[in-house]
C-alpha cells in the first residue's frame, strides 16, 4: 500500500493535470511568482526613536490591518502588547482564519463597510494554508534543512541569519481600505511581511496567493489596486497558488530572492533545479513528489549519481541496507 506522503503527492500531481485541461493555461510550466514590483519601496521610521531594528522589535501579531500598522509605525506602538507573537497561536487558529467571511468579518468589526455577500462567502484557499504552515514551520520551528545547509559554511548561517533577524512580522489576512469608486470592500492580503530595512526604514511586503481562476480573469482593476496598494506603501508579490500545492517552501524561498531579503535563498534549496511541476518525480520509486513538509524531499545517492527523492523513500533505502 503506498504511503501517505505518496498518495498525496499524486493527488495534487492529478488535480494540477486536471486544472490545467479544464483552463487551458500551462500551469505545470509555470514560474513560480507570477509578477513583482518593479521597484522596492521603503518607508522612512521617526527617526530619534530608535534603529528600525529595535523599532519593529515590539511589532506583533495583532497588527492585522493598514490603520493600526500606520498607526504603530508613528507612535513606535508601545501601547501594543499581543504577547511577543508573530503568528497566530496555532495552525487551527489560522485555518479558521483564512476563511474569506472570518477576514471579513473582522473587518466589519474594525469599522469597514463590507458587503452582505462578502460575509456570507466560505471559500478556502488550500495554496494559502500550505504556504502558511511552510512559514510556521520556517519562522517559528526555525526548520531550515530543507536548504542545502550539510556544510554549514560560514557565507550560509550569515546570509540565514541576516535576512532572518530582518523578518518583524508575517501577519495572515492583512486588511487595507483601498478607496475607489468601483471598490467597496476592503482589500486583503494573504500575507504580510513587515521588514525591517537600512537604518531607519522599513518594507512592507505583501504576498498574493494567485489562483487559476483569478489569474484567468486578469483585468483592470486588480492591476489599479496594485497601484493603489504601491501608493500606499506595500511592495506587492503575486505567486501561483498551484505551486504553493506542490512546493509551498520553493514559493517562499522564490519571494525570499524576488524581494531581495534573502537573495541567494533558491542557491541552497535542495531541488531549485526542478524547474516544472512535472519534474517533481521521486528518483527511487518514480511516483510524483509535493513539499508540505521541510523535510519531504531528499537528496540520494544512487552510485555515484545524486536524486532527489521522498523522504520515506530514503528511509525505506537506508533500511534495507542500502
Ligand atoms: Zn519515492
Sequence with gaps: MPILEIQRAEKIHDYIQKLEKLTNLPLRSSPVILSSPRQQISLELPKEVKQSYEYVEQLYEDISEHELLFKAIKTGWEYINS??????????????????????????????????????????CYGQYEMYYAVHEIMQRNAFDFLLSKSYSQNFIYTYANWYKCVKLISAQFIIPLISTVQKNPHVLDQLWVVSHNINQLRLLGLEIVG???????????????????????????????WCRVDPYRVICEFLKASGIFPDATKYLIGAELSTIDEYVCGICHAPMVRWGWDWIQPYQIGNKTVLAHKDCVARNHHAGH
Excluded at 212 to 239: C, M, W
Design 83 to 124: 504577547g511577543y507573537k508573530m503568528f497566530p497561536v496555532s495552525k487551527e487558529e489560522y485555518f479558521q482564519q483564512i476563511n474569506k467571511s472570518y477576514v471579513f468579518q473582522v473587518a466589519q468589526e474594525r469599522g469597514y463597510s463590507v458587503s452582505e455577500n462578502y460575509l456570507k462567502e466560505h471559500k478556502f
Design 212 to 242: 487559476e481562476g483569478e489569474f484567468l480573469s486578469r483585468n483592470q482593476q486588480k492591476t489599479n489596486n496594485t497601484i493603489l496598494l504601491n501608493q500606499l506603501g506595500y511592495e506587492i508579490y503575486q505567486v501561483a497558488s498551484w
